[in-house]
């Protein structure tokens, strides 16, 4: 069984290794990175499209845009830094911290719903909606 620690470190390395390949080849203006199959097949953008170029633009400091790209992203990251810190400290910590919100099923309900919400928004064709679409 890997140790918590070990589980920091190779999310870590993981997660900087990422880091620096979208910010030193943004998504926006390399085409490497793998394309959504969702989109490919229906047309259609599902709720992490965009995320790709959102990150790279986060990585430089261009929240505006990253919004453009994908909200939903840039809504739930405060909420996914959180929850790698709140790992980290139960890691390192004597003293556990509780991630109660995370595992309420009212709050799953509600992450679910807003996702499908945010995927069926984004594809509507009329304004404001439209502006939801990468």
């Known amino acids: 069984m890997v140790r918590p620690v070990h589980q920091i470190l190779i999310v870590s390395i993981a997660v900087v290794v990422l880091s620096l390949l ?5 998504a926006s203006t390399y085409h490497f990175y793998p394309k959504c199959i969702f989109h490919e097949i ?19 400091g261009h929240l505006l845009e990253a919004v453009d790209y994908n ?14 810190f709140v790992f980290c400290w139960n890691a ?4 556990k911290m509780r991630q109660a919100l995370f595992y309420s099923p ?3 309900w509600m992450v679910f719903a807003f996702v499908l919400l945010f995927a069926v928004l984004r594809n509507l064709p ?6 939801l679409a990468p």
């Open 71 to 84: 909200l939903l992203l840039v809504v739930s990251a405060p909420f996914i830094l959180y929850s790698a």
């Open 22 to 26: 979208y910010f030193l080849f943004p």
């Open 126 to 131: 009329w304004a404001p909606f439209r502006w």
């Open 106 to 108: 009212t709050f799953v």
């Open 42 to 60: 229906t047309g259609l953008y599902c709720p992490g499209c965009g995320s790709q170029r959102a990150v790279s633009a986060l990585l430089h």
């Open 92 to 95: 390192f910590s004597e003293r």
